[in-house]
RNA sequence: GGGGGUGUAGCUCAGUCGGUUAGAGCGCUGGCCUGUCACGCCAGAGGCCGCGGGUUCGAGUCCCGUCACUCCCGCCA
């Protein structure tokens, strides 16, 4: 007999009842009724009922197990009476009668306990990682990581894709996020840099003549944390083509994640073709570049309404201002009182002066805006929006670029008040046309917007003749939900468009040719026309487990100021290590003092 | 770097207006219990109230500082 199990604790049926057999796992749960003892046994697979009574040889044993312990358990199956069968259970037909125990490996008390689903403070959880990841729900979302990487892989591969691997230790770029540095011991006082992304080399891999290139890719970046942004390192599903227009990555690109999500999002619709929005329609109608469509609310102009008008607020700024515009934020179901005050302390709140509103009863409009404007302007209102009795429209006035974002969270914050937000959808969209430049205000000067090696739509005779700010880019990104899944884009494969973009960001040739000196050289001896994309490997899982929090879905997360508390990092090294990378640390005053 | 929230038993939390010996549930230890599956019943152990300072006759409670965790802003091409 196997010295550990003849069966895993998921397996046993009713057709194996009467045979002997050895299962070893955690002890789940103990249930002692003093004559009659049960035990839950649990490994990866499942939980099966095991019991003991005084016939047993093996009962003072058994009663010395506690929650945890590791045990084998030799027994005999047997079926259980009819009333005491646990549908919750895969094994929940039948129980093994324990004749022998052997204690595999005992437990300390625990900090936190497997068993169940209480909640637990994230210091806890994190130092204790591997009793965490012991719990149902979150061994369930690694497992289902494992499964999405898997499908993604075969997805790829199905389509001719090649998966390659890319340095770690590779050179800092300066462009982007922090590096992590790497002290290199042969080459006093030079560093490597992790990889932020592997988008250097998977252009080169594209010139180099693979055409098709995927890789599911780490990639560190020394920011910090949010609940949808890991610490330090994430996934990518990094992906590039050759000899590809925007379309050709779009059809590509999307049945994977349409395939992926219908495949794990268990029933829940996904959207069937994703539509396409020009950046500057999302901005307009969203007040985001990665808009929630799950919510209806879509914002339009209504500038018309309140130029001249009796509200002086907002008469004044349109006067004031040919730039100034008047969005309306319609909130069907929004019409009471009550909730547009809500509104406008929560805008309040945000720092905003307050949230104008009108709503809709007894056939006329309501409220301090409606009696300002009169009738006829309120009744334009309505009508443009679609709004009936019982809905509500709140306004936002000024220049569209210093109140987009509120506009936006406003939209955003009516939607979820009013339950508008449809469940159990995953809504996916393209936003596409982001501007290849925008103003940097602090420095006074056009800057790339996205990454410089996006190409120009125009091409070269763009650059050449347009307003740098209103130049578009082959560059797109994803959205789900809400969340940004990915970003990508058609490249600048062509050295002298990349010359005259940088120029015209204010970048010095020589500034070129030492930070993408090789890229710039690959470029000038063959380079494909390509493109490509990276989807994030942990928002996908994160959405697909319905989570919030990527450290649902990581197996060993760290904390929110990047330590991984239960491996202890980071950590001081010894002065020897120092030394051999020639290093003298520099710590801050405050830091010295406490040590 | 900045702002919000939290910090009381191993864990989850309660603790009133500043007032006697800081409580409950889970877990733990011991006892009882032969059909439970969140088993039940009885008893017990377990506290630097995050830490430091202050106000006060008296501080878990009020004030100042600080630390930790978390959420957000900045940042993240």
Known sequence: MHPYRTHTCGELREARVGETVRLSGWVHRVRDHGGLLFIDLRDHYGITQCVADPDSPAFADVEKVRAEWVVRIDGRVRSRPAETYNENLSTGAIEVFIDGLEVLSAAAELPMPVFGDAQYPEETRLRY??????????????????????????????????????????????EGARDFLVPSRLHPG????LPQAPQQFKQLTMVAGFDRYFQIAPCFRDEDARADRSPGEFYQLDIEMSFVTQDDVFSVVEPVLRGLFEEFGEGKHVTPEFPRIPYATAMRKYGTDKP???????????????????????????????????????????????????????????????LGYIFFRDGEGAGPVAKNIGPERTEQVRTQLGLADGDAVFFVAGKPKSFVNFAGAARRRVGEELGLIAKDLFEFCWIVDFPMFE?????????????????????????????PLEIKAFQYDIVCNGIELSSGAIRNHLPEIMRKAFEIAGYDQSVLEEKFGGMLRALQYGAPPHGGIAPGVDRIVMLLCGEENLREVVMYPMNQQAQDLMMGAPSEVSAKQLRELHIRLALPQTRQQAS
Not at 442 to 458: A, I, L, R, T, Y
């Open 129 to 174: 990682r591997f009793l965490d990841l012991r719990r149902e729900k979150l061994h369930q979302n690694i497992v289902k990581r494992s499964k999405i990487i898997a499908s993604i892989r075969q997805r790829m591969v199905d389509q001719g894709f090649l998966e390659f691997q890319t340095p770690i230790l590779t050179a800092s770029s300066p």
């Open 190 to 193: 030079q560093f490597y840099a």
């Open 292 to 354: 929630d469509l799950r919510n209806p609310i879509e914002m339009e102009e209504v500038s018309e309404a309140f130029r001249g008008s009796g509200f002086k607020v907002f008469a004044n700024i349109l006067e004031k201002d040919a730039d100034a515009e008047v969005w309306a934020i319609p909130a069907k179901g929004g019409g009471s009182r009550a909730f547009c005050d809500r509104m406008n302390s929560w805008a309040q709140g945000e720092g905003q002066p307050g």
């Open 439 to 467: 103003w940097n205000e602090d420095e006074k000067k056009v800057d790339f917007s996205h990454n410089p090696f996006s190409m120009p739509q125009g091409g070269l005779e763009a650059l050449q003749t347009m307003d």
